[in-house]
């Protein structure tokens, strides 16, 4: 009866989202809420194990990767409140072919930075379709842009979705040599920054390629300003440099972050462009992101706490057992799920609530977790683009001015799909793409056993909780 509520509940986290309008946060805690009081009703037991909470709490929150959160928040407010936006834009007019690649450049440069897909979308929409409007460019055709540039932060390393994912896929991949007894060296966030490098260098090639081929031949390109250029050209290479570099493993994501937000602060203070009120707006949006995913962060572990203390997360691993075709039947089966999960959540709320719960049993049969890690990805970044139900077009429909009809952004957004689709199937088919510039022999080094030990002392609740059944060959 137990492991049948915790599925109610993970049901309810959409359905309450939709219902109540309220934020995914606090349908997360209400339920989580809901879930503990009936499980000390049937087993007055399992109250003692909601003790782990704290701890839980605490392990998670000593986390040095979160302190890059609200640098890299920063950062995206900085560059959407400063009109760096529409100077980059204007600047890459000539070197990507006009609007249109511009518009993709921008998207995989703001991207990173901005967060979740939603304010991705607000973002881009607000700063740059008055562009393309200027540049006749089509109402659909700019949704298809616009919608295809917000979902570019899920793939571009090191956006905070990769970085919360690679932190995620640690606690994954830990329980699951826990539960196999399996020797293995555990993935880390680095791991899904290398491996998600060439799948989103193809995809962001092939659009560029697209939007290069839709230009109109023969019309004049406005030319930026000396100023501007300069200022394209430094904001790019400073971003680009500090983004590369974390990709590469020469800086961590705290000290790149930390040095793109002094860096950006310094330049709007030299630029005479930040002034107080603008300087209070930005702080103003960083605290309400930031907020918003601490908000999320706890009300997740809460939640995944509870889920676990009914058992559910036993039995989906069960389930999952049981899927046909093997480890890669097992894997199809969880990225369904969170590719629908995706029409209604944000890449955030599904690293945080569905990862937990369903990459543990998938990594107890599928060995390669960096493969996992950037398939992971391309599912939730395929969502987020297909209509009529995809996350992104929904939100860049509703954020634009100018109205398009759903048909006709379905048609100038169906090339885009077809590229993440191939880039997608690639990836399954070559494993190696993941792997880029890692050497075979990598995968099979043994794990750290600091690393195993700070993984598993962040891992709460206690063993017993965490008795997943390892596969049966």
């Given at each position: 009866?137990?492991?049948?509520?915790?599925?109610?509940?993970?049901?309810?986290?959409?359905?309450?989202?939709?219902?109540?309008?309220?934020?995914?946060?606090?349908?997360?805690?209400?339920?989580?809420?809901?879930?503990?009081?009936?499980?000390?009703?049937?087993?007055?037991?399992?109250?003692?194990?909601?003790?782990?909470?704290?701890?839980?709490?605490?392990?998670?929150?000593?986390?040095?990767?979160?302190?890059?959160?609200?640098?890299?928040?920063?950062?995206?407010?900085?560059?959407?409140?400063?009109?760096?936006?529409?100077?980059?834009?204007?600047?890459?007019?000539?070197?990507?072919?006009?609007?249109?690649?511009?518009?993709?450049?921008?998207?995989?440069?703001?991207?990173?930075?901005?967060?979740?897909?939603?304010?991705?979308?607000?973002?881009?929409?607000?700063?740059?379709?008055?562009?393309?409007?200027?540049?006749?460019?089509?109402?659909?055709?700019?949704?298809?842009?616009?919608?295809?540039?917000?979902?570019?932060?899920?793939?571009?390393?090191?956006?905070?979705?990769?970085?919360?994912?690679?932190?995620?896929?640690?606690?994954?991949?830990?329980?699951?040599?826990?539960?196999?007894?399996?020797?293995?060296?555990?993935?880390?966030?680095?791991?899904?920054?290398?491996?998600?490098?060439?799948?989103?260098?193809?995809?962001?090639?092939?659009?560029?390629?697209?939007?290069?081929?839709?230009?109109?031949?023969?019309?004049?390109?406005?030319?930026?300003?000396?100023?501007?250029?300069?200022?394209?050209?430094?904001?790019?290479?400073?971003?680009?440099?500090?983004?590369?570099?974390?990709?590469?493993?020469?800086?961590?994501?705290?000290?790149?972050?930390?040095?793109?937000?002094?860096?950006?602060?310094?330049?709007?203070?030299?630029?005479?462009?930040?002034?107080?009120?603008?300087?209070?707006?930005?702080?103003?949006?960083?605290?309400?992101?930031?907020?918003?995913?601490?908000?999320?962060?706890?009300?997740?572990?809460?939640?995944?706490?509870?889920?676990?203390?009914?058992?559910?997360?036993?039995?989906?691993?069960?389930?999952?057992?049981?899927?046909?075709?093997?480890?890669?039947?097992?894997?199809?089966?969880?990225?369904?799920?969170?590719?629908?999960?995706?029409?209604?959540?944000?890449?955030?709320?599904?690293?945080?609530?569905?990862?937990?719960?369903?990459?543990?049993?998938?990594?107890?049969?599928?060995?390669?977790?960096?493969?996992?890690?950037?398939?992971t990805l391309l599912v939730l970044q395929t969502s987020f683009l297909l209509p009529p139900l995809g996350?992104?077009?929904?939100?860049?429909?509703?954020?634009?001015?100018?109205?398009?009809?759903?048909?006709?952004?379905?048609?100038?957004?169906?090339?885009?799909?077809?590229?993440?689709?191939?880039?997608?199937?690639?990836?399954?088919?070559?494993p190696r793409l993941a792997h880029l510039g890692q050497p075979p022999a990598a995968a099979v080094a043994?794990?750290?056993?600091?690393?195993?030990?700070?993984?598993?002392?962040?891992?709460?609740?206690?063993?017993?909780?965490?008795?997943?059944?390892?596969?049966?060959?």
């Amino acid at each position: 009866m137990n492991q049948w509520i915790g599925l109610a509940m993970l049901a309810g986290v959409a359905l309450g989202a939709i219902a109540t309008g309220l934020p995914v946060w606090g349908v997360l805690i209400g339920l989580a809420t809901i879930g503990a009081a009936a499980s000390t009703v049937l087993d007055p037991s399992s109250a003692a194990l909601f003790a782990a909470l704290p701890s839980r709490l605490v392990g998670l929150l000593e986390s040095d990767l979160l302190q890059a959160l609200p640098l890299f928040v920063f950062m995206g407010a900085l560059l959407n409140r400063l009109p760096l936006a529409r100077i980059l834009f204007r600047a890459g007019l000539r070197p990507f072919g006009g609007a249109r690649g511009a518009t993709l450049a921008l998207g995989a440069i703001l991207g990173p930075m901005n967060g979740s897909v939603s304010a991705n979308a607000i973002a881009l929409t607000r700063a740059i379709e008055p562009a393309l409007a200027e540049h006749e460019v089509t109402p659909a055709e700019s949704v298809a842009l616009l919608t295809v540039a917000s979902t570019l932060g899920v793939l571009v390393p090191p956006s905070l979705v990769l970085i919360l994912l690679g932190d995620a896929m640690m606690t994954a991949h830990t329980i699951a040599l826990n539960a196999t007894g399996r020797v293995d060296r555990i993935v880390n966030t680095q791991d899904v920054f290398r491996g998600a490098m060439l799948p989103a260098g193809l995809f962001l090639a092939a659009c560029l390629a697209l939007a290069f081929l839709r230009r109109e031949p023969g019309k004049r390109l406005p030319a930026p300003t000396l100023k501007e250029a300069l200022l394209a050209l430094v904001t790019v290479g400073f971003i680009g440099g500090l983004l590369l570099g974390v990709a590469l493993g020469y800086f961590y994501a705290v000290e790149a972050a930390a040095m793109g937000a002094v860096g950006l602060l310094g330049a709007g203070l030299l630029s005479r462009r930040l002034d107080g009120a603008t300087l209070k707006a930005v702080l103003d949006d960083t605290l309400a992101m930031t907020g918003a995913l601490m908000a999320l962060l706890v009300a997740a572990t809460t939640f995944t706490l509870v889920f676990r203390v009914l058992g559910s997360d036993r039995l989906v691993a069960s389930w999952m057992e049981a899927v046909p075709g093997g480890p890669l039947g097992i894997l199809c089966a969880g990225l369904i799920l969170i590719f629908i999960a995706a029409f209604v959540l944000d890449a955030f709320e599904i690293i945080f609530v569905l990862v937990p719960i369903l990459l543990p049993p998938i990594l107890m049969r599928v060995e390669d977790a960096q493969w996992v890690a950037v398939l992971t990805l391309l599912v939730l970044q395929t969502s987020f683009l297909l209509p009529p139900l995809g996350y992104a077009l929904t939100m860049t429909r509703a954020a634009a001015s100018r109205r398009a009809p759903l048909r006709a952004a379905m048609a100038s957004l169906a090339p885009f799909i077809l590229v993440q689709l191939f880039v997608t199937a690639a990836v399954v088919c070559w494993p190696r793409l993941a792997h880029l510039g890692q050497p075979p022999a990598a995968a099979v080094a043994a794990p750290s056993e600091a690393d195993a030990a700070r993984r598993l002392h962040d891992i709460t609740p206690p063993a017993d909780l965490l008795e997943i059944a390892p596969p049966k060959f």
